[in-house]
């Protein structure tokens, strides 16, 4: 398949399911150690990636692929609670680390922020939580304007160790930064 070039125009990326046709660039994107760094998965090969694509597929109820030119470069989700926890959805977002520092991270969140309150029913808040050491991400969730909440004390297990995370949220009632979205 032919490569993509690393430079990106924004006006190129677009969100959509991923495709069991996609397994060779989502291989691409998961088995790369410098993008699992800070994720709850070890980088994968591709027989691992195809159970993974294969479960993303059949059984994640949002999950978009990152797309330029219809070409998968990243991936975001949102996980969003059930019965009483309904109200709130955890965001999640990754780039392949050929297309990193383009604000691509950036303008697929305004993607999903511009629906995801209409689309996902009982959704009030939008959650990111981060790893205290992954600035990159933290700056996303800042430059969009997510809140930081605090942060939580040895939430994860990342590698063995323990680690503090970040917590930012997004409420459907914040219009007043929704406004400046752009969209
Ligand atoms: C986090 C991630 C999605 C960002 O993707 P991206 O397309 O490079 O993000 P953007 O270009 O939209 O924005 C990155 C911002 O971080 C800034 N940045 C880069 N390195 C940084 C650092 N060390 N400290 C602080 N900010 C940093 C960039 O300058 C940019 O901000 P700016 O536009 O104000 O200059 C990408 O790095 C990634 O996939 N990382 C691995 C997976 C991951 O950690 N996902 C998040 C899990 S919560």
Same mark, same amino acid.
């Given at each position: 398949m032919a490569q993509l070039d690393s430079?990106?125009? !924004? !006006?190129d990326i677009s969100l959509r399911p991923f495709e069991e046709s996609d397994l060779e660039d989502y291989v691409i994107i998961m088995s790369d150690n410098t993008v699992s760094k800070f994720c709850s998965w070890n980088p994968m090969g591709k027989e691992e990636a195809l159970n993974d694509l294969l479960r993303v597929i059949y059984t994640h109820p949002w999950f978009r692929a990152i797309c330029v030119k219809d070409r998968p470069i990243g991936y975001i989700l949102v996980n969003q609670g059930k019965g009483s926890d309904g109200c709130r959805g955890e965001i999640g977002y990754v780039v392949g680390s050929a297309y990193w520092g383009q604000g691509i991270a950036t303008h697929a969140v305004k993607m999903v922020i511009s629906s995801i309150f209409s689309e996902l029913q009982g959704l009030e808040r939008l959650e990111a939580l981060i790893d205290v050491d992954n600035l990159r991400s933290q700056r996303v969730a800042e430059k969009i304007?997510?809140?930081?909440?605090g942060v939580l004390r040895k939430y994860w297990i990342l590698n063995g160790t323990p680690r503090d995370m970040v917590i930012y949220s997004l409420l459907k009632t914040d219009t007043p930064v929704r406004m400046c979205w752009g969209f």
């Open positions: 430079k990106v125009s !924004l !006006l304007g997510f809140i930081r909440e």
